[in-house]
């Protein structure tokens, strides 16, 4: 009797731990994870029930005790129930003398667990090999219990061989097993905070760069408006090339400031109406270095700093300032390239007047593969082609 426990018990413990596998998958709402946790322990019940210690035709003997009790304790009431029909069923199923007993054991485990979940969640009791020993003998103190209802020629065979067993095997059993549950729970809680805190430390660097964004806007509504327009073409033709929602986060973002260094340049040259002399000029140039200077520090999880310092590189080491060399420039410093040209040529700038639309689109395209990486060109060209882009679209933000 005792090896046959055993046996049970170890396969019991090596199907439990398929919990620690599926605690970890992803599911699209919890109420599928909570539905398809209880499938997993009715049906590692019913695999139990299909290879029972069999104390006589009708009367069987596995660890469904064990595994309802902890998937009560551990998975809430959803898991209980939906773990519990499922095995309550079969043992109906299954008939016999002992199929009324069997189905009590079931629900009996299962508001034990419930229990335990529900002084667990209010905080009442830790999860630790003492709680879960309780846990262990309270179940199957009600267990010894209800067997007294089996039939009359199975009780004596119970009481005598099985009880003391299963006392032996599978209080041990319920407190290896739930510290192994333990384990797997608090590492997928440990993966949904460090998913938590990683959110919350994104939506900061977003709030970052927004905070940054307003005060440009503040200085100079010109880029602010410019700015805003850079990040939608932007989006729009890496939408268009493919990228992923994070790059596409990252490309609008580092849009929004890439003329973050424009803060080194006074507010009266960035709105002077005049024609710049060639040291106004010279300034205004350096302020993509001073945007690397301005986010070095920050640590995006996106290449906005990288969109800052080479959003005027071109392909063939002609832009500045550091002249870098076709894929040397991340690929989203080459969108913003385009889109900062097109918005920069189409819409009026405070000193000087817009050269148009098609004198914008016109630059583009011949610079595409020479200044403008080729794939960005040709993406920016069909966007404008099936009149995703237009000028009337923009915002104008002309300084009078």
């Not at 018990?9 to 970890?24: A, E």
């Not at 898991?79 to 069923?89: D, E, F, L, M």
């Not at 189905?103 to 667990?113: M, P, Y």
């Not at 179940?139 to 089996?150: G, R, S, T, Y």
């Amino acid at each position: 009797m005792y090896i046959e426990l055993a046996k049970t018990v170890s396969i019991m413990l090596t199907l439990g731990l398929m919990h620690g596998v599926f605690v970890n998958l992803e599911f699209r709402n919890e109420l599928s994870k909570q539905i398809s946790l209880g499938l997993l322990f009715g049906l590692i019940c019913i695999f139990g029930m299909v290879v029972p210690v069999v104390v006589e035709p009708g009367v069987i003997f596995d660890a469904r005790s064990v595994m309802i009790s902890l998937a009560s304790a551990f998975g809430g009431p959803l898991v209980a129930i939906t773990s519990s029909a499922i095995a309550g069923a079969y043992r109906l199923y299954l008939g016999g003398g002992g199929a009324f007993v069997g189905f009590s054991v079931i629900i009996a485990s299962s508001f034990c667990g419930l229990a335990f979940w529900y002084l667990k969640q209010r905080k009442r009791i830790e999860v630790n090999w003492l709680s879960l020993l309780g846990l262990g003998f309270l179940v199957h103190v009600i267990v010894a219990f209800l067997f007294q209802f089996l039939p009359a020629g199975a009780v004596t065979t119970v009481n005598d061989q099985v009880l003391p067993a299963m006392f032996l095997s599978f209080l041990p059993a319920t407190v290896v097993l739930g510290l192994l549950m333990r384990l797997f729970s608090k590492r997928k809680e440990e993966h949904i905070e460090l998913a938590r805190l990683d959110s919350e430390r994104q939506n900061a660097l977003k709030n970052i760069v927004r905070a940054l964004s307003a005060a440009l806007e503040a200085r100079d509504p010109y880029t602010a408006g410019h700015s805003q327009n850079v990040a939608d073409i932007s989006v729009l033709i890496g939408r268009r090339l493919g990228l992923s929602e994070e790059q596409l986060t990252g490309l609008e973002l580092g849009a929004l400031v890439h003329d973050v260094g424009k803060f080194i340049v006074p507010t009266s040259v960035l709105t002077k109406q005049e024609k710049l002399t060639d040291d106004e000029f010279k300034l205004i140039k350096n302020h993509a270095s001073a945007g690397d200077n301005i986010l070095n520090n920050i640590d995006f999880d996106w290449p906005i700093r990288e969109i800052a310092a080479q959003h005027h590189e071109r392909i063939d080491g002609s832009g500045y300032p550091l002249g870098l060399v076709g894929d040397e420039i991340s690929i989203e410093a080459r969108i913003v390239a385009v889109a900062d040209t097109f918005d920069a040529m189409a819409l009026d700038r405070p000193y000087r007047k817009a050269r148009g639309h098609a004198a914008a689109i016109e630059v583009i395209r011949s610079g595409g593969g020479k200044i403008y990486d080729q794939n960005v060109v040709d993406a920016f060209c069909d966007l404008v082609d099936d009149g995703t882009i237009t000028v009337d679209k923009l915002k104008d933000f002309t300084i009078q």
